[in-house]
């Protein structure tokens, strides 16, 4: 497997505003550099195969997605913060009904409250810089794949992507309940392979989410590490049903899981 992950993603640490005592938000818990860190050590002390730096694919496939006006918020807004705000941090303290999003504001606080839709994910100094280099992440992880037959890529993307939209950016959310057994989640998943089936894709993209393993900090879920296996089986049924490959798996989040997952998977392949 080839992982591809950007070093320098440490620069941008939400997780420093809470050891500063400053109330980032109610729930009291952010994206940290420390998540990215220990993924990455874990990867290494598995012995999984070459890691590299992400290559540099220009701003073109990041704009073709995202609004311009919210890349250039996440570029500038901590600089206006500081100027306009006098803060160390840019998070809103309203959020923009999608419903009612004619009107684009001006100023910085009304920028950031009409595309950030909570407050987990703060714009500090080197937010942009991170954000900027997980999107080239997952872009050479896929150009890698596309390059080849029977390519596999991880992308270790810190901070990680999969709740920003075309115009919205933000934190933690789930589509199924809090406390969410496995009978319940793989049922779910069921459904959703199902109508992936039916569509018949050439290829398919997974974002290998943790956060749903039992006592994870951000998560509320209770899945067990035999869950993950049994997840990874369904996915696997589908694809040799229609004949095509799980190519790509984007970010990870519970790394503590994640190590025991390696190793599993490491054992029984021996």
């Known amino acids: 497997m080839h992982t ?37 050590r874990a990867i290494q002390d598995a012995n999984l195969g070459l890691m590299t730096p992400p290559g540099d694919f220009s701003i073109e496939p990041i704009s073709e997605i995202h609004e311009y006006g919210m890349l250039a918020l996440l570029k500038t807004g901590y600089g206006r913060a500081v100027s306009e705000e006098n803060r160390p ?37 080197h937010t942009w810089e991170a954000a900027y280099w997980a999107a080239q992440t997952a872009v050479s992880a896929a150009a890698f794949v596309a390059a080849g037959e029977n390519q596999l890529a991880y992308a270790l993307c810190r901070p990680p992507g999969h709740h920003a939209g075309p115009n919205f950016y933000g934190g ?3 589509p199924l309940p809090r406390g969410t057994h496995e009978p319940a989640y793989l049922q779910a998943l069921k459904h959703a392979l199902d109508r ?25 879920f209770h899945l067990q590490t035999e869950s993950f296996f049994n997840i990874g089986q369904y996915i696997a049924d589908v694809g040799r049903a229609i004949a095509y ?4 798996v984007l970010f ?19």
Not at 8 to 23: K, R, V, Y
Not at 91 to 115: D, E, Q, V
């Open 245 to 248: 490959s799980i190519k790509i």
């Open 4 to 40: 591809f992950y950007y070093p320098h993603h440490t620069q941008h640490d939400p997780g420093e505003l809470l050891a500063s005592g400053m109330p980032v938000n109610p729930l009291g818990v952010v994206d940290t550099a420390a998540r990215g860190e220990n993924i990455h």
């Open 89 to 125: 941090y840019a998070l809103p303290h309203t959020f923009n009904n999608f419903g009612f999003r004619t009107h684009k504001p001006r100023s910085i606080m009304g920028a950031m409250g009409h595309y950030c839709f909570d407050n987990t994910a703060p714009l500090l100094a």
């Open 172 to 174: 933690f959310c789930y």
């Open 196 to 220: 992936i089936r039916r569509f018949v894709p050439d290829t398919l993209f997974i974002s290998l989410g943790l956060d749903t393993f039992d006592g994870d900090l951000l998560g509320t």
């Open 252 to 270: 990870a989040t519970n790394f503590h899981e994640l190590t025991r997952i390696i190793f599993k998977i490491r054992a029984n392949s021996c």
